[in-house]
């Protein structure tokens, strides 16, 4: 069965500064994607960013940008120039490429940003 | 930019009760989910629902639940007989493609 684990219950930065959280995951299948969702405070989970396992590039969106390493099962999120809004709870989440609606989440990581 | 949205954001209800836990997808998406969440633990899937059907559901999902599409614009999930450990964050989900899922706000059910 595939696992995701965050082993950083929480982390902090400072504003503009860069951080990065950590994500490993075990699965024996070759094709799967990966996800970072970000959820603030009261508020619903909304996707940050994908990454498609068959895919070597990493995928960015703005500020943030992945670490996608397929072999070590590693998948780190990079938050660049952090502002107060990304103060969130951020969940790496995996799913298999083979027709199935699960997503199988992490433990959470709660960021703090700090002025 | 379109919401998935969900009401109530908080339920209270006795051990044994009949639970309706409702949402509104986002207009054209066409796959719909829900999650839960214990207090402290991980989200965790419970079932999936294209086409007027369950898709795909987790052995969470035992008899005691069921989903619906009663119109076209919301998706219940039902819980027949609620059990203390029920109690939990319960999030919605769509999607229109059946990849990205978009989330909603999610529903607190406190069993007492």
């Known amino acids: 069965a595939q696992t995701v684990t965050q082993s950083q219950p929480e982390m902090s930065v400072q504003e503009a500064e860069t951080v990065t959280l950590s994500c490993t995951y075990d699965?024996?299948?070759?094709?799967?994607?990966l996800f970072w969702y970000k959820q603030p405070p009261s508020r619903q989970m909304i996707l940050v960013i994908r990454?498609?396992?068959?895919?070597?590039q990493n995928a960015t969106e703005n500020r943030f940008s992945v670490n996608f390493q397929k072999a070590a099962k590693s998948f780190s999120l990079k938050i660049s120039d952090s502002q107060l809004g990304d103060a969130a709870m951020y969940f790496c989440?995996?799913?298999?490429?083979?027709?199935?609606?699960?997503?199988?989440f992490g433990t959470g990581t709660r960021l703090q940003v700090f002025p | 930019e379109p919401e998935v949205t969900q009401t109530p954001s908080h339920q209270v209800t006795q051990m044994g009760q009949e639970v309706i836990l409702r949402c509104v997808p986002i207009?054209?998406?066409?796959?719909f989910y829900w999650y839960r969440q214990i207090l402290g633990q991980k989200v965790e899937f419970l079932v999936s629902?294209?086409?007027?059907?369950?898709?795909?559901k987790s052995e969470i999902f035992d008899d005691q639940f069921s989903v619906e599409r009663p119109d076209g614009s919301n998706f219940t999930l039902k819980i027949r007989s609620t059990k203390l450990e029920d109690s939990a964050m319960y999030f919605c989900?769509?999607?229109?493609?059946?990849?990205?899922?978009?989330f909603g706000p999610g529903t607190r059910l406190t069993v007492l």
């Open positions: 699965t024996s299948e070759s094709d799967y994607y």
């Open positions: 629902f294209y086409n007027n059907e369950i898709s795909e």
């Open positions: 989440a995996y799913r298999s490429a083979v027709w199935t609606d699960k997503l199988i």
């Open positions: 207009s054209n998406h066409l796959y």
């Open positions: 990454q498609e396992a068959y895919k070597q």
């Open positions: 989900a769509s999607s229109h493609t059946g990849l990205d899922r978009f």
